[in-house]
């Protein structure tokens, strides 16, 4: 469905486009390094991109002679063709020409980093303006997981409001939304009981679906419209011209093993160059964070830190008798303590399958807490069980969410390009839901693209119309329901009663978050540790089996994605100090604390057990001493979501 960067990298994906290569190709373009570099440049500098951008890249004194780069329809190419699939073979050619010595660069008009429902809502709208505007622009999306909707995880009770604006006949043309809200139930939970409450939540006309599904039929709109998909290629860099302006990212090399050697099938990166750069990494994007820092975005919109929560998912196929296709329930209480924010969530979708998981707020003080632990004791509640016996679990999922919401979105505007989705973070709180609010602002990033391509305006027409989009105003009016939860449970639940019923989000206050989540973690010596059930292999389960069903997978040998800033912190802070809360924190069991030859407590990284969780992680952000660094892994790792 999707296309490949590089033969180089993914010849079997090609492949499917093009079957090989070499009919293809005329002799005169099969070059080596006795070619005439003249010749050779005076071809590359006749092709430009319609806009005037050239897609290639020269490298003196380097063998490496062409770049890959976008062709638009109105090159022909003598001697080339098409293939069987329809696809230009010289565009495949050039895609492939590559070597070691140099790193392959495409140039597009639009890179955008992330083929979620931010990243491929602005592609899609985006080519609809070219359309309507009868401009050609050159859309590129590359995307870290194997396929699209591979690392795409949520609830999902979905608000259709911005998709009605995007694809307005969705669903006369088959969306993966088919199970409308028909009940919605909210309660309080005592360990035995659960007590039912009014619920606050306004669910009438949203669905519940399966968001890894909807990502992956956006994506074929997408395509369908143009736009150029990439999966299996992790953006590990920005690259920067003279004046420090963003014009792309950089893909990590593949083929690197553990020692840093590089191993037979060794490939460089690729530079996808953009006269216009949007993130879409997801909730604390390691990209948009780097320029997030470097641009001091946060600053200079004034805002405050971010602050997340890990959800933890579960997929169950359960008795048909006990299945009511569209039935919501919500939770507050157990199985947290009162001083830890978070609840659950159980959704009935279609075909005897529910989506069931726990949120927890990282800015919980217990070093002793599990949050995977705290899910499998969730399972076991009076309420909760029966509907689950007798059931199967179809997939296991975990990821963060932020929760800072209108206090801490930073400037999304930086030199190039900017930030969209819940990279900025744009979740609604107390509505629990993100995705119609991250596709919302991803299409106005690629309105206000559009015009700075070509109308010649500027970036920040981005900013000023997400101010003033029906975006802001739901955070302007949902700002106060996380940070009253900083009071603890009881108050935090009277003031939303508040915000919602009486003063209905018009408040003349905004209340500030606490602490960042990783000051938040007490020291161990205030806690007692907290003794948790063992799995009955039947409701709870160990953390490897639930780490089979998320279908992760890495390359075993490469480089660790997930680095220590000083390596001694662990046994000299973290253990004796916390009592080693990464072992516990991490819903993957990539941390582990185990004795070494000489019987010394050593702290050891299972990086092949990560799910990705903060699309990123959960353990660079709760981390007490910030000594975790996550790093982009080889393209096409990770968890492999088809239902979550």
């Excluded at 180089?8 to 492949?15: E, G, Q, R």
């Excluded at 516990?584 to 604390?593: H, L, Q």
Aim: one cysteine or more; proline letters at 7%.
């Amino acid at each position: 469905m999707h296309k490949s960067l590089s033969n180089s990298y993914k010849f079997s994906t090609l492949k499917r486009h093009s079957g090989s290569l070499s009919p293809f190709v005329p002799s005169i373009f099969r070059l080596n390094q006795t070619n005439n570099l003249q010749s050779q440049s005076s071809l590359t500098n006749s092709i430009k991109t319609p806009s005037g951008y050239s897609p290639f890249r020269h490298f003196n004194q380097n063998p490496c002679f062409f770049s890959s780069g976008y062709f638009p329809n109105g090159i022909n190419f003598k001697g080339f063709g098409r293939n069987e699939s329809g696809v230009s073979c010289a565009k495949l050619f050039f895609r492939s020409f590559c070597s070691e010595m140099c790193r392959e660069s495409m140039a597009y008009d639009v890179v955008i980093v992330g083929a979620g429902p931010a990243g491929l809502s602005a592609a899609i709208r985006l080519k609809q303006l070219c359309r309507e505007k009868n401009v050609d622009l050159s859309v590129c999306v590359v995307e870290k997981g194997a396929e699209v909707g591979a690392h795409i995880i949520s609830g999902n009770v979905f608000e259709p409001r911005a998709l009605n604006e995007l694809l307005p006949q969705w669903k006369q043309e088959e969306a993966p939304i088919r199970v409308p809200v028909s009940s919605d139930k909210f309660w309080f939970l005592t360990k035995d009981r659960a007590f039912s409450l009014p619920s606050p939540f306004s669910n009438r006309g949203n669905y519940v679906i399966s968001l890894s599904q909807l990502v992956r039929w956006l994506g074929g709109k997408a395509e369908e419209l143009g736009v150029e998909i990439y999966p299996g290629f992790a953006a590990s860099e920005i690259l920067y011209d003279a004046d420090n302006k963003v014009i792309g990212i950089g893909t990590n090399d593949m083929g690197i093993a553990k020692d840093g050697s590089k191993k037979e099938n060794f490939q460089r990166g690729v530079e996808l160059r953009g006269r216009i750069t949007l993130l879409a990494e997801g909730c604390r994007g390691s990209l948009s964070e780097k320029l997030i820092k470097n641009f001091k975005l946060r600053e200079k919109s004034h805002a405050q830190h971010q602050t997340y929560a890990l959800g933890i998912k579960e997929v169950w196929e359960i008795d048909e008798g006990k299945h009511n296709p569209g039935e919501i329930l919500h939770t507050l209480g157990w199985p947290l303590d009162q001083k830890t924010y978070g609840g659950s969530f159980l959704y009935h979708m279609n075909d005897r399958q529910i989506a069931l998981g726990l949120v927890v707020a990282l800015n919980y003080h217990n070093p002793f807490l599990n949050p995977y632990e705290e899910f499998q004791k969730f399972k076991h509640h009076p309420a909760i069980k029966p509907l689950l016996e007798g059931g199967t679990v179809v997939q296991y999922g975990a990821r963060t969410l932020n929760e800072g919401g209108l206090q801490s979105i930073p400037y999304p505007v930086f030199p190039g390009g900017a930030i969209i989705g819940c990279a900025a973070g744009f979740l609604n709180v107390p509505k629990i839901k993100g995705t119609h609010t991250a596709m919302k602002s991803g299409m106005l990033a690629a309105e206000a693209g559009f015009g700075v391509l070509h109308e010649d305006s500027n970036m920040e027409i981005y900013w000023d119309t997400l101010q003033k989009s029906w975006v802001w105003q739901e955070l302007q009016r949902a700002r106060n329901y996380r940070p009253a939860f900083e009071y603890g449970l009881l108050p935090g639940l009277a003031i939303c009663g508040l915000e919602h019923y009486i003063l209905r989000g018009k408040s003349p206050y905004t209340l500030k978050h606490g602490k960042p989540d990783h000051e938040a973690t007490d020291a161990a010596r205030l806690h007692s540790p907290i003794e948790y059930p063992k799995p009955d292999g039947v409701l709870s389960f160990d953390v490897p089996t639930s780490l089979h069903r998320s279908n992760t997978n890495h390359e075993h040998d490469q480089p660790a994605h997930l680095r220590l800033r000083d390596p001694k912190i662990p046994e000299l802070v973290n253990l004796p100090e916390y009592a080693g809360p990464e072992s516990r924190y991490c819903p993957a069991r990539v941390y582990e604390y185990v004795p070494d030859e000489k019987n010394q407590v050593k702290l050891q990284i299972n990086a092949q057990n990560c799910l990705h969780c903060k699309d990123f992680q959960a353990c660079d952000i709760k981390d007490p001493k910030q000594n975790i660094k996550w790093t982009v892994p080889e393209g096409g790792g990770g968890p492999g979501y088809s239902v979550m």
